[in-house]
């Protein structure tokens, strides 16, 4: 079969990157493995300078540009990863970049981007937008276009992250990717069928964002949406790419948003790395469908780690509360002193610690001599708060306990 990209070209690609780009480890995540029963690996390409695997393919799409190329200089669109990754290596290499970022990008990636030396234009409303106003310029200043993933080379600098994978741990049996425009999972499938012509490659989108889906299964169901995995939120995929993933890749899953926060929460937590939305996608679909991946050696990509502090601390304490080690009890109780101290003291017995106290006495709900309290406690586990709870109503509270995500309130 003869694919746009070939086992060749990532070989080539291979030399080009020997020095440049760090070869990251691929290494065994036991306490992944525990939760999910499958036998996981973790390629950690968050470890690269611009923390993202997107300098593979930048890197070896700049170096193939002839010497009058390069003097013309070169122009990108990204929100994020491909724009931090050419803006490194245009610097390195003495290239004028260009950098085209829809007007709402975030203040860091913009920064980051501009330290690299990046000339940085922030246009439009969308990912779209951009990449029509960085043809544009492409044109009027006769730059080269660096595609972030519908390009031959970038691609191939992808697929090293494939050759690196299996030579550290050749008996993996399926590998799943994160897939967004589609260079990264057809760049490893072109290297992986290669040396296992029998290994499994699935790809990872999400939910929101269904765009490789629906290219291989001629459907239409909507791309838009506020996704934590922005780094895949595409709406289009590449031709290229397209090509490559019906011929190479055995499937596509589309995965929920508290799956995608799950992971996240799962890489810091158990395997002390930070990983973005994007990058926690093929562990993602391990949580979501573990018996397809049970006992098998499976192999993932930490595609990225450029994660807003912000969205990882939001994380934390919502898995928390998922997991009731973070709940909220709501006392109706008289409003008179002594109450709150009665309660505080009852819930210390217990083994909770308190976190937050509002206290609420003019709603029409609530007796005119009453109030209504809520209290929000640290427990160990479900079964801890449970026992809270149970032994709150033994002592006589009228309490209830508040389901924050039913509610609403």
């Known amino acids: 079969m003869s694919l746009p990209v070939t086992p060749a070209d990532v070989a080539k690609a291979r030399h080009v990157l020997t020095g440049a780009v760090l070869r990251t ?44 190329e390069r003097a013309r200089g070169v122009v990108a669109m990204s929100a994020g990863n491909h724009a931090q990754a ?35 234009v922030l246009f439009g409303e969308s990912v779209g937008d951009a ?16 595609h972030p993933y519908d390009d031959a080379h970038v691609i191939a600098g992808q697929g090293s992250i494939g050759f690196e994978m299996l030579e550290d741990a050749p008996d993996l ?25 029998d290994i499994e490659i699935v790809g990872v989108e999400t939910t929101l964002y269904p765009s490789m889906w629906n290219a291989l299964h001629q459907e239409n169901r909507p ?21 490559i993933v019906s011929a190479l890749v055995s499937d596509v899953v589309l995965i929920d948003e508290p799956t995608f926060e799950r992971a996240v929460n799962l890489f810091l937590t158990q395997q002390k790395t930070l990983a973005e939305g994007a990058g926690a996608g093929g562990l993602a679909a391990v949580l979501a469908d573990p018996d397809r991946y049970r006992g098998r050696n499976v ?63 003019h709603f029409l709900d609530v007796h005119a001599k009453g109030a209504r309290l809520d209290v929000t406690v640290e427990t160990r586990d479900r079964a801890h708060a449970d026992q809270v709870h149970k032994a709150l109503i033994e002592d006589g509270m009228d309490v209830v306990r508040i389901d924050w995500n039913s509610t609403g309130a």
């Not at 004028?96 to 920064?111: C, E, L, S, Y």
């Not at 990449?131 to 544009?136: V, W």
């Open 299 to 361: 192999g993932l990509v930490v595609s990225g780690g450029n994660i807003d502090p912000r969205i990882v601390a939001s994380i934390m304490l919502r898995e928390l509360e998922r997991e009731e080690r973070i709940v909220s009890f709501r006392f109706s109780m008289l409003d008179r002193p002594g109450e709150l101290g009665i309660i505080s003291s009852l819930l210390g017995s217990l083994g909770a610690n308190i976190l937050e106290v509002e206290h609420k006495r």
């Open 25 to 68: 480890p691929t290494l065994p995540a036991p306490r992944l493995s525990a939760i999910t029963g499958a036998h996981i690996f973790v390629k950690y390409e968050n470890l690269q300078v611009t923390a993202s695997f997107k300098e593979r393919g930048a890197l070896v799409k700049l170096a193939s540009l002839s010497p009058e």
């Open 223 to 243: 791309c838009e949406g506020a996704t934590l995995a922005e780094g895949i939120a595409v709406k289009n995929v590449g031709a290229l790419t397209r090509e």
């Open 131 to 146: 990449s029509d106003e960085a043809d544009r310029i492409a044109q009027q200043e006769g730059l080269v276009w660096v």
């Open 173 to 197: 049996d399926v590998l799943v990717i994160p897939v967004g425009g589609g260079g990264l999972i057809s760049g490893i499938a072109t290297a992986a069928r290669h040396i296992r012509p």
């Open 86 to 120: 050419v803006a490194y290596h245009a610097a390195r290499l003495g290239i004028r970049a260009t950098i085209v970022m829809p007007k709402h990008t975030p203040i860091v990636k913009v920064a980051a981007t501009e330290a690299h030396g990046a000339r940085v």
